[in-house]
Structures are given as structure tokens and as C-alpha cells.
């Protein structure tokens, strides 16, 4: 215990709440995180007492200033401690950029991520070789960093919440430092069958999952991820895990609506309209990331117009994607095939007074919340997901009582039911099928199953969903290992 430090809560995630980037004039620019999970996690940690946030620095500005300041605590620098406002407290680890980006690049989103999505193509891929286990060992310092410091900084008894795959390890790494400690380790990814999850060594898979069951409360969207990984639990341990239980993430209503009728949103709506005009919009926003689906996507609404050619002229398929991990060669091969896949679109069937497809692939959140705001069809096709945020957030802020067309792998299909059109994401035709229903569906209905799925898509909006995850972890004091 002499290393406990004074936080009853503290929190522990790869990206933290702010960034910090070096501008041309020699300042530093800070910008504080937005979204409904950073501002659900803020309330709750300006709520506690000497409350700390562990994250990771993300490019070599933070690392510098994270070495400077003592323990990482960048509320001691004047920029942060205004960006903060003085709600909580911190703390940046400055790991070596090598060491990170293995941890990160190498095992946390091209290997974790691909078998939590199945997106793995087995004849070719995976190969874990020398140079992977080299990657590995750094993915292991990575998650000893974090318990270290989450060590040092959680009060006796206090509540420390782990956040995703990036840090499936620290559980148990902390429960060995700590057993005084209530723990809980949230997935927001989806889960696999255990046959799959058997794509890694043995003896990682084993890490992982004894990593995970460190903790008191193991926290996943859905029934079906938590049933999933106490599958994995008893196929590879032969244990029934304790504490394993569900909260589904919604989204924050006013949060949304806050941010959603700014000017710049207003002129993004302008922008769209100027193309549109009043067509039908099935729209999307996604990242270009390879489990969002967007090529099928693409070749389900080219599909539509070739089978449903009444809709050419009267609907226009808004995307707008933001970039993702264009350092892995994978993903920028990807983001190419959309691209050229949409030119083929536009070719075929645009004509002077018509574009059928309208895609930017461009960081532009106010754009983004301009499309869900005009969409009469909001439409996701992801491979797997562990919820999807889009669809709940397309559910608030469409202004026109939308359709949704939604993969059944989606977490948010357990959520939404069957107000949803529900869709096997690799099924192209019954996609086309999914969107011509959801454009003839009578207004009626749509504004009836609408008002349904938005009730569901904000049930547990993020600052309650944070907060229901503390309570199963009950009051801070001593803490027993879990069995």
C-alpha cells in the first residue's frame, strides 16, 4: 500500500481527454476532447475527489512536455490546467515512440482489432513471427506502464475503470499490485467465438483473458459480446468468469443538440443542400476503417439504382468518412478502392442536373453532423461493431424521421430491435433490398419506429452508463481479488 496514491477514481485509456500539438509559431495548442464518452467520463471524474486520468502520450510534443512536468501530471502546465478547468487532474505516460507504436500500431490495432472484427483473411493472414512476439513484448510494457501508474495514483480502496483493448493486461498486472483495488474493465469492441479467438498463440490468448479477469467488473455493450467471452472463458480456462455484465452505451441528446445547431454545422447543411437539393439522402458517416464496410456499402446503393432505377434522379448517397490509420498500408488501400469505387458510381448513373453520390473522406465533424441531420436513411453495414454510436446519434439528430438500415453485427441491432432493418452486412442484394424499403417505407411508420429506437438510443446516455459501471463495483474500500 505505500504506493497508493490519493484518486478514489481514476481512469485509464490509450487516447486521453485532450491533445497537444506544436504550432508554427512555437505555442502549443491544446484542444479538449468532444464526443458523448469523453464528456460521460468528465462528469464523472469532476465529480470525485483528486479524481486523475491515466492516458497515453500520442505524438512526441506530449511526450516532451509529459517527461517535464513531475509524474506526468500536466495540469502543471498553465495551457492544460485551463483546458481542464480544474475538473480533474491528468496524467499523460510519456512511453518511447518505438515502444508505443508497436503496442499500438502493431498488436493493439492490427492484430487485437482484426480478431475482435474477424478481419482476418486466414490464408494469408495472420503470421506471427519473430518479429510479431518483438511487438508483443512491447504491447506488455505498454499495459505495465499503465498499472504502474494506476498503482501510484488510486487512493487505497479506490475505483479505477479501464477502458478497451489497448490495455487488456492491466487488470491482473494491477490486482498484483494493488489487490486493495475495485477494478472494472470495459470492452467497447465486440467480442468472438472462441474457436476464433484461438487465431492467437495460445499463450497470448491466455494473457489476455487472465489479463481481463484481473478486474471485479468486466464490462461489454451487448449480452452477446459478454456471452461470447465467458464462452472463451470456459473454453480456454474451463471457468465460469464472475462479474462479467452489460451496459450498452446510448448517446447524450443534449450533448448533441448542443453541438449540432452551431453555425458551422448550419453551413454544412448549406453546402449539402447546394447538392442535393431536395432528393432523398441516404446518409453515412464513418471512418475509413476497415470494419465499417463502407465498399459494400457502396456496392449495395450502386445495386439499388441498377435494380430500382426509379430512384435515379430522386436519392443521393451522402458519405462522409473520416480518415483512419493511414499509417498501415492496409487501410490507405482501402480508402482507395471507396474512392474509385464512388468515381464509378458518379460515372454510370450521374448526370448534368444529378450526382448520385456525394463522398468526402476528410476529418470535418460539423460536416458529419450535417449529414446525420438531413438524413431520411441512416444507413451502417459494419462487419462487426462493438455498438455504433453513429446510428444512436443519426436516431437524435435527423430532422426528417429516419429509416435505419443496420448490420445485424452491429451491437446497436441488439439495442434498436426490430424497428431497424436489420442486414447481413456481406449480403449486397438484400442491403439494396434493406435501402429500396427503408426509401418507400410510409412516412408514418418511420416516425413510429423512430421514436422508438431514439427512446432505446438514449436509454443510457454516457454519463449514466459510466456512472451504472461504479455502482456494480460498489462503495470504494478494501477489495477482494475476484475468483
Known amino acids: 500500500m505505500s504506493m497508493a496514491g490519493r484518486a478514489s477514481l481514476v481512469v485509464a485509456s490509450n487516447r486521453g481527454p485532450l491533445s497537444i500539438t506544436a504550432v508554427a509559431d512555437g505555442e502549443d495548442e491544446v484542444s479538449r476532447g468532444s464526443g458523448g464518452l469523453v464528456s460521460g467520463m468528465q462528469t464523472a471524474l469532476a465529480a470525485s475527489p483528486e479524481a486523475v486520468w491515466v492516458c497515453a502520450a500520442m505524438n512526441d510534443r506530449e511526450r516532451a512536455l509529459a517527461r517535464q512536468v513531475h509524474g506526468g501530471r500536466l495540469s502543471d502546465l498553465p495551457m492544460v490546467a485551463t483546458a481542464l478547468g480544474g475538473d480533474f487532474d491528468v496524467r499523460m505516460l510519456p512511453v518511447d515512440a518505438a515502444t508505443f507504436?508497436?503496442?499500438?500500431?502493431?498488436?493493439?490495432?492490427?492484430?487485437?482489432?482484426?480478431?475482435l472484427h474477424r478481419l482476418y483473411d486466414p490464408p494469408k493472414s495472420p503470421n506471427f513471427d519473430a518479429a510479431w512476439r518483438r511487438q508483443w513484448s512491447s504491447y506488455l510494457r505498454y499495459n505495465e506502464?499503465?498499472?504502474?501508474?494506476?498503482?501510484?495514483?488510486?487512493?487505497?480502496?479506490?475505483?479505477?475503470m479501464v477502458q478497451d483493448y489497448h490495455l487488456?493486461?492491466?487488470?491482473?498486472?494491477l490486482r498484483e499490485m494493488r489487490p486493495d483495488l475495485r477494478i472494472v474493465h470495459f470492452t467497447h469492441t465486440p467480442w468472438v467465438p472462441p474457436e476464433y479467438f484461438a487465431i492467437l498463440p495460445?499463450?497470448?490468448?491466455?494473457?489476455?483473458?487472465?489479463?481481463?479477469?484481473?478486474?471485479?467488473?468486466?464490462?461489454?455493450?451487448?449480452?452477446?459480446?459478454?456471452?461470447l467471452f465467458q464462452q472463451t472463458c470456459r473454453a480456454m480456462l474451463d471457468v465460469d468468469p464472475p462479474g462479467v455484465r452489460t451496459f450498452p452505451l446510448g448517446t447524450d441528446p443534449d450533448e448533441l443538440n448542443k453541438l449540432a445547431y452551431r453555425r458551422d454545422v448550419e453551413l454544412a447543411i448549406t453546402a449539402i443542400e447546394e447538392t442535393v437539393g431536395e432528393r432523398r439522402v441516404?446518409?453515412?458517416?464513418?471512418r475509413t476503417e476497415l470494419s465499417k464496410n463502407v465498399w459494400r456499402g457502396l456496392l449495395a446503393y450502386r445495386e439499388l439504382l441498377r435494380r430500382y432505377p426509379q430512384w435515379r434522379g430522386r436519392?443521393?448517397?451522402?458519405?462522409?468518412?473520416?480518415?483512419?490509420?493511414?499509417?498501415?498500408?492496409?487501410?490507405?488501400?482501402?480508402?482507395?478502392?471507396?474512392?474509385?469505387l464512388a468515381g464509378d458510381i458518379d460515372d454510370e448513373f450521374g448526370t448534368d442536373d444529378w450526382s448520385p453520390i456525394l463522398l468526402e473522406v476528410v476529418d470535418d465533424y460539423p460536416a458529419a453532423l450535417a449529414v446525420l441531420r438531413r438524413s431520411d436513411v441512416v444507413f451502417v453495414n459494419s462487419v462487426r461493431d462493438g455498438m455504433n454510436l453513429v446510428v444512436l446519434e443519426g436516431l437524435v439528430l435527423s430532422e426528417r424521421e429516419p429509416a435505419v438500415v443496420l448490420s445485424r453485427e452491429a451491437g446497436a441491432a441488439e439495442v434498436l430491435g426490430a424497428d431497424a432493418l436489420c442486414v447481413n452486412?456481406?449480403?449486397?442484394?438484400?442491403?439494396?433490398?434493406?435501402?429500396?424499403?427503408?426509401?418507400?417505407?410510409?412516412?408514418?411508420?418511420?416516425?413510429?419506429?423512430?421514436?422508438?429506437?431514439?427512446?432505446?438510443?438514449?436509454?443510457?446516455?454516457?454519463?449514466?452508463?459510466?456512472?451504472?459501471?461504479?455502482?456494480?463495483l460498489g462503495p470504494a474500500g478494501d477489495a477482494s481479488p475476484p475468483a
Open 145 to 160: 506502464a499503465f498499472a504502474q501508474a494506476l498503482a501510484e495514483e488510486a487512493a487505497p480502496g479506490g475505483h479505477v
Open 425 to 472: 452486412p456481406f449480403d449486397v442484394s438484400a442491403t439494396a433490398d434493406a435501402l429500396h424499403e427503408a426509401l418507400t417505407m410510409p412516412l408514418a411508420e418511420r416516425a413510429a419506429r423512430a421514436a422508438r429506437m431514439r427512446a432505446a438510443a438514449t436509454a443510457l446516455p454516457p454519463a449514466p452508463w459510466f456512472q451504472a459501471q461504479l455502482d456494480a
Open 168 to 173: 487488456f493486461l492491466v487488470p491482473r498486472m
Open 202 to 227: 495460445d499463450d497470448v490468448s491466455r494473457s489476455i483473458v487472465l489479463g481481463m479477469l484481473g478486474a471485479d467488473v468486466i464490462g461489454f455493450h451487448t449480452p452477446r459480446w459478454a456471452g
Open 282 to 286: 441516404i446518409g453515412r458517416v464513418d
Open 101 to 115: 507504436r508497436a503496442a499500438y500500431s502493431g498488436i493493439a490495432n492490427s492484430t487485437l482489432w482484426f480478431v
Open 315 to 340: 436519392v443521393c448517397h451522402v458519405v462522409y468518412n473520416n480518415p483512419s490509420r493511414e499509417d498501415l498500408p492496409a487501410y490507405r488501400e482501402y480508402t482507395a478502392s471507396i474512392e474509385r
